[in-house]
T-cell receptor, first 116, second 113 residues
């Protein structure tokens, strides 16, 4: 197992364009998380999946953002009509876990988004 | 709302020194606490996880302690070397099914040769 992977690693886009990021979690993990990190800050929670169900979304996740996890495997995060304020590192993490029990989260290398 | 604080924001020490990194959190109702390191432009590497029922965890030269009642955790690094230079972040998760993490801003450690 090679850990959590994310693609692309870097994305430069013009304001107003749509972008999509992909996360492949550790294969046996049923929980998947998206976080966003800006320079000098810790990561901030965006959304969380248990299997294919999206169970929580942060208020940071405006209606321009959508995330999916079809079949409970990989996940995609799409940003529509990007704005300069969307420039950040987007991090994905996965963990195993039973209901009511939380386990160690393992992070991917992140996708660095730059909106020009 | 849970808030996590890490002070100071940056620390520089000579090689070989033992050091302690501090983390405080406002809501003691946590499920677990996790320490990470993050190299510039990279993702996060998990170092240690302490469940709320535990007091400490050790891995090699690292030891993390947790005092829930006072809302504090420390990460102790023994015999530091330049390869330990990185940003160290602590994060806490709440009780319940959603174990989303709330992070501090991190402490940037520089170990001088």
């Amino acid at each position: 197992d090679t850990g959590v992977s994310q693609n692309p690693r870097h994305k430069i886009t013009k304001r107003g364009q749509n972008v999509t990021f992909r996360c492949d979690p550790i294969s046996e993990h049923n929980r998947l998380y998206w976080y966003r990190q800006t320079l000098g800050q810790g990561p901030e929670f965006l959304t969380y999946f248990q299997n294919e169900a999206q169970l929580e979304k942060s208020r940071l996740l405006s209606d321009r953002f959508s995330a999916e996890r079809p079949k409970g495997s990989f996940s995609t995060l799409e940003i529509q009509r990007t704005e300069q304020g969307d420039s950040a590192m987007y991090l994905c993490a996965s963990s195993s876990g039973l209901a009511g029990i939380s386990y160690e989260q393992y992070f991917g290398p992140g996708t660095r988004l730059t909106v020009t | 709302k849970q808030e996590v604080t890490q002070i100071p924001a940056a620390l520089s020490v000579p090689e070989g020194e033992n050091l302690v990194l501090n983390c405080s959190f406002t809501d003691s109702a946590i499920y677990n606490l996790q320490w990470f390191r993050q190299d510039p432009g990279k993702g996060l590497t998990s170092l240690l996880l302490i469940q709320s029922s535990q007091r400490e965890q050790t891995s090699g030269r690292l030891n993390a302690s947790l005092d829930k009642s006072s809302g504090r955790s420390t990460l102790y690094i023994a015999a530091s070397h330049p390869g330990d230079s990185s940003t160290y972040l602590c994060a806490v998760s709440p009780p319940g099914a959603n174990s989303k993490l709330t992070f501090g801003k991190g402490i940037t450690l520089s170990v001088r040769p």
